[in-house]
């Protein structure tokens, strides 16, 4: 079945208070994308950030960013005040989150919310902290020795905690323990927002695409409560790190230096530790795009002592054997590879075997240079399982785009357009509608792209520091008049049903979880 979508993090949503949270206006999205005729919403992953503010950089796996818990919602409860959060400096320009600026002022108004929240009482805070023990006891833990020792990384601790000694373990439990049920804390009001939103989105039709990044950070819960899943040496240090070798963009290649994970070890546990990952993301989300797919069939290993990614070599990784054990123990998977970049024949191999589809991105589909052949994004070669974008977060906005790319690069695009001598905004609305209008089961738009605006909302330059991540709308750009714009152009390409018969069955279900979602409100109020 055909369908669209809207590419916009959690984090670029209109709000009060530095970032986009849980809040109303995530809420007014959802209201948004169904009157846009849209049923998917992609988001980045959810994971807390760490230095670089990068949502591919977390420090668990498993937990989610504080930052996106509604204050307002922790208001209604009783346990903020308005003034308080008023009072914080989350930054002048609503465009741009300070991040800076967001570390300073909301972590001091969640540890006011947690110390008047009485949750140790809380069934349903209990219930959360049981069913999730294999991961959060590790990253309360980490989180709360982390603070204490001044954000360090848990390389850097004394030898007794950072390899884990029984003796600092219970010291360090009892030293923090009101530190360590604040990060609990946190994560069950992650938990408790965000699975609410996400019944809302459902109940008006919209599925949430979510990204699973192929790496974990060294500064991590995981690697430092798991080190046999990674290559580590004796002293729980990186053998070596992931990254990709150069190309023409990048002519040192890219120094991720993310832990490489010991595949052998995986395979002698049956894959456990992802098959309870990937069941957390189906938790969280209903499609999973599998960030960096090509490091399954192949990984880029560059050794720990080294500088840039020049000296590093291609390694096998699990392959198939890997999404069959997870097939396995958790049923059919509804999985998008990201499958960009240099892409070989066993990947393609491996692709295909799986059955997912993979993704189609126009901004690559136009090279005049290309004399091989037609290039494998242009549209009239895409198949029908596969998922097309006109740019992705690590993309420019297409109305930059267009003001970088070369004249015969242009002339290009508006002969296969078959526009002439067209405007920026004109040439983005007809990609748009040729990516609406390709064979690709699924299409994902960013909104920036809808909005038509240029670099400066651009939300990531891959391997560049400063200024990623920080774009935010505005309210006022999601108008009814943009939402009829976008359901009329997803109506004529066949990607939203004509008839809103169904629109009355989802209201009614959305207006169920909005009063369920009061009503919780009400009781913990009185």
Known sequence: MRSSGILLPISSLPSN???????????????????????????????????????????STFAGNPYFISLEDLIEEGVLTKEECDACDFGKNKNYIDYGKMYEARYP??????????VAGDKAYAKFCKENKSWLEDYALYMAIKADHDAASWSEWEDDIRLRKPAAMKAYKQKLA???????????????????????????????????????????????????????????QPIAVAGCPPDGFSPTGQLWGNPLYDWEYHKQTGYEWWIERMKACYKMYDIIRIDHFRGFDEYYSIPAY????????????????LFEAIEKKLGKLNIIV??????????????????????????????????????EYIPYV????????????????????????????RKMIETYLDVKD???????????ALALSSVADRCVIPMQDYLCLGNEARMNEPSTLGNNWKWRVSANKLTKKLAKEIRTMSVVY???PKTSKTSTKSTKAADKVKETAKGSKKTKKN
């Not at 080294?306 to 054997?321: L, N, R």
């Not at 067209?422 to 748009?432: E, M, T, Y």
Request: glycine share 8%.
């Open 382 to 409: 895409y198949e029908k399982n596969s998922i097309v974008y006109t740019g992705t977060h690590d993309n420019e906005t297409l109305y930059g785009w267009m003001d970088k790319i070369g004249k015969d690069d």
């Open 494 to 496: 066949g990607r939203t």
């Open 422 to 432: 067209a405007d920026n905004k004109r040439l983005v609305h007809s990609l748009i």
């Open 17 to 59: 208070y530095g970032i986009g949270c849980f809040s109303k206006e995530a809420y007014d999205f959802v209201d948004f994308l169904a009157e846009a005729g849209q049923s998917l919403w992609q988001i980045l992953p959810l994971g807390q950030t760490s230095y670089g503010d990068s949502p591919y950089q977390s420090f």
């Open 338 to 375: 990201e499958d960009l970049g240099f892409i070989t024949d066993s990947v393609r191999a491996l692709v295909k075997k799986t059955g997912w589809p993979n993704m189609k991105v126009l901004e690559f589909a136009f090279d005049s240079r290309d004399d091989a052949g037609p290039s």
């Open 109 to 118: 108004l969640l540890h006011k919310a947690f110390e008047r929240s009485n």
């Open 306 to 321: 080294e500088e840039t990614a020049k000296f590093g070599e291609w390694m096998p990784g699990p392959g198939y054997e």
């Open 178 to 236: 009101t530190e360590i049920e604040f990060n609990k804390y946190m994560q069950f009001k992650f938990c408790e927002q965000w699975t609410k939103l996400k019944a809302y989105a459902n109940s008006k039709g919209v599925s949430i695409i979510g990204d699973i990044p192929i790496y974990v950070s060294f500064d991590s819960s995981d690697a430092w409560a798991n080190p046999k899943l990674f290559q580590f040496d004796d002293n729980c």
